[in-house]
T-cell receptor, first 115, second 111 residues
Framework: DVKVTQSSRYLVKRTGEKVFLECVQD?????MFWYRQDPGLGLRLIYF???????EKGDIPEGYSVSREKKERFSLILESASTNQTSMYLC??????????????FGPGTRLTVT | KQEVTQIPAALSVPEGENLVLNCSFT??????LQWFRQDPGKGLTSLLL?????REQTSGRLNASLDKSSGRSTLYIAASQPGDSATYLC??????????FGKGTRLSVIA
């Protein structure tokens, strides 16, 4: 079974802190994704990566950066956390095929609260 | 731009009832459609994936159908149970871009 793990289930940080959210997958997937999820807004894509050291902006990249130094690990960085970044953060991974059998797998999520 | 809509946003049914969740998308040029389940405060769990060439997929009490030409998919849940209470999301795979998600339908099955 595919396993996507996230470093923390719950995190509380102060405004202005630098925050690292880590995601690791064990299926040698090329693609990895970071989303945030807020009530009424659904899932919104922050950044994604198709390969090591590659990154692409999603729909809401402002205030975030990412790092992909190893294939299995994709980190989301909040350079200076703000209260409007309080949210549920979800990581996902998928194999490289862009076809009919393409399937995405999610981690358990990190509930981040910025005070 | 592809948009995915799920109606209703919330649904409450008595235990044992059969029910249908709806998903519509604006662009029929998709590779597949995936249905997910999300329990409160948790990540998404994949339930069913329907390839663009398929009409339906079944897993236990769940049956998902796809009508690509009309831009619609349904998730049928037979003999609903309180344990089915969750949010159900659908997502389409446009091909060269990441999945496009609907906002989900929150289902409550009342014992």
């Amino acid at each position: 079974d595919v396993k996507v793990t996230q470093s923390s289930r719950y995190l509380v940080k102060r405004t202005g802190e630098k925050v690292f959210l880590e995601c690791v997958q064990d299926m040698d997937h090329e693609n990895m994704f970071w989303y945030r999820q807020d009530p009424g807004l659904g899932l919104r894509l922050i950044y994604f990566s198709y390969d090591v050291k590659m990154k692409e902006k999603g729909d809401i990249p402002e205030g975030y950066s990412v790092s992909r130094e190893k294939k299995e690990r994709f980190s989301l960085i909040l350079e200076s956390a703000s209260t409007n970044q309080t949210s549920m953060y979800l990581c996902a991974s998928s194999p490289p095929t862009s076809g009919a059998t393409y399937e995405q797998y999610f981690g358990p999520g990190t509930r981040l609260t910025v005070t | 731009k592809q948009e995915v809509t799920q109606i209703p946003a919330a649904l409450s049914v008595p235990e044992g009832e059969n029910l249908v969740l709806n998903c519509s998308f604006t662009d029929s040029a998709i590779y597949n459609l995936q249905w997910f389940r999300q329990d409160p405060g948790k990540g998404l769990t994949s339930l069913l994936l329907i390839q663009s060439s398929q009409r339906e997929q079944t897993s236990g009490r769940l049956n998902a159908s796809l009508d690509k030409s009309s831009g619609r998919s349904t998730l049928y849940i037979a003999a609903s149970q309180p344990g089915d209470s969750a949010t159900y999301l659908c997502a389409v795979h446009p091909g060269n871009t990441p999945l496009v998600f609907g906002k989900g339908t929150r289902l409550s099955v009342i014992a």
